[in-house]
């Protein structure tokens, strides 16, 4: 059976095709600057790397591009589109509504729908990319929504309540839902395996550290908590986002700068975080590099970075009353070895022993164990993989429906 994972945003679609039998991904690649006059489109397939430039006025245009070079010249993987089982899309924001992966219905689009207001970047491109897939596939190929927020949907309300006005909970659903949650599911599954545990039996933090990060506490197999909140800006600095900071700041500088709702929400999504504290920098390896050749800000976003991984680890310690293991994940997670070292060697005391040998060796998609044999707190490094996780939830579904 081979599924294929889409991720639509307003822009741009990122897809891959994976072979379920053996879980291979037999192509993938993503079409950019979709509804410009020039667009990219970009395929990897086990023969290599095509690219070409192509206008793709809308999703539409550009799921015909994937589909005839899928199935058509050099790079092409499969002789039509029916050898695609059924389509699994990345959904952004499910709301309370969704709490588990979901056959998409027109009931299932009108529901994503009513979700815009709360992920207004990402739902709408996620229906856009829904509808295209219904036109060029057609309407008997399964679609399935895998939610972003799902997994955080065992939350109990202590945690996903912010102190405001119970009304506008009820007005406006603002609660934290948290993000990454498929990648959340996937190592916290991956690193059971690893124990040779039930999830159910073990404590976990989960950290997903990329351009955008989020850290996870799984107790008794659930989520109780995690650092993205009503939208991916809260929890700790990031490539480019703030974190969780004061909310007095966001009113105080509004009306020092005049800041529009819009304004704001750029300064603090694109314009702060490791970017804004550097100075301009925003990718792990130039600040690493950087603070090691003396720039001080590149130091201070590093430290501050480093700082506020371990209070959400130290906090996430305290909520679940310990922790079994902790799991390093995303971009920075899966390659940053001074992080690494840093936030191991800082929770020695509650019985973490860092193995240093061990750290070099977990870089670039390869995970590994960074605690010794004998440390009572486990320490591994477990490379995500969301598509999988999406078409591993596709599949389940769409042999129910087949
Ligand atoms: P992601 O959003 O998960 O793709 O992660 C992107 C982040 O991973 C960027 O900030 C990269 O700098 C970071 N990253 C990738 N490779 C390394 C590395 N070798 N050392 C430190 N950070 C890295």
């Not at 056959?103 to 529901?111: M, P, Q, R, S, Y």
């Not at 996903?160 to 190592?187: A, N």
């Not at 922790?323 to 920075?332: E, H, K, P, R």
Request: glycine share 10%.
């Amino acid at each position: 059976m081979k599924i294929l994972v889409i991720n639509a945003g307003s822009s741009s679609l990122k897809y891959q095709l994976i072979d379920m039998n053996g879980e291979v991904v037999i192509a993938k690649g993503i079409c950019e600057r979709v509804g410009a006059p020039e667009g990219h489109f970009e395929l990897k397939t086990e023969k290599g790397k095509y690219e070409e430039t192509v206008a793709m006025s809308n999703h539409t245009e550009a799921f015909l591009v994937v589909k005839k070079n899928l199935t058509e010249g050099e790079y092409k993987v499969i002789d039509s589109l029916d050898e695609i089982t059924a389509i699994g899309h990345r959904v952004v924001q499910g709301g309370s509504i969704y709490k588990e992966s979901t056959l998409i219905t027109d009931e299932v689009i009108a529901g994503i729908e009513s979700l815009c207001d709360l992920a207004p970047l990402h739902n709408p491109a996620h229906i856009q990319g829904i509808n295209a897939c219904r036109e060029v596939f057609g309407d008997k190929v399964p679609q399935v929504a895998v939610f972003d927020n799902a997994f955080h949907s065992t939350m109990p309300e202590e945690a996903y309540m912010f102190g405001i006005p119970y009304e506008y909970y009820e007005k406006y659903q603002i609660r934290r839902y948290g993000f990454h949650g498929t990648s959340h599911r996937y190592v916290s599954g991956e690193c059971a395996k690893i124990m040779g545990k039930d999830l159910k039996d073990i404590k976990l933090i989960t950290c997903h550290l990329g351009n955008g990060s989020s850290i996870t506490a799984i107790k008794d197999g659930k989520v109780i908590d995690t650092s993205m909140g009503l939208t991916p800006l809260d929890g700790f600095v990031m490539g480019t986002r703030s974190g969780g900071i004061d909310p007095s700041v966001v009113t105080f500088l509004q009306e020092k700068e005049g800041w529009t709702p819009a304004e704001t929400n750029a300064v603090l999504n694109k314009k702060s975080g490791i970017y804004g504290i550097s100075g301009g920098m925003s990718d792990d390896r130039d600040i690493l590099k950087a603070a090691d050749e003396g720039n001080e800000r590149a130091e201070l976003a590093k430290k501050m970075l480093w700082y506020q991984i371990r209070k959400y680890i130290g906090s996430y310690i305290a909520a679940m009353q310990g922790v079994d293991a902790i799991v390093f994940t995303g971009g920075i997670g899966e390659n940053s070895q001074p992080l690494r070292q840093n936030i191991c060697e800082s929770f020695e005391y509650i019985g973490v022993k860092f193995n240093a040998e061990e750290n070099p060796k977990a870089i670039r998609g390869v995970g590994g164990e960074l605690s010794a044999p004998d440390s009572k707190v486990k320490v591994y490094v477990i490379p995500t993989n969301e598509e999988l996780m999406i078409a591993r939830d596709t599949k389940e579904i769409a042999e129910k429906v087949l």
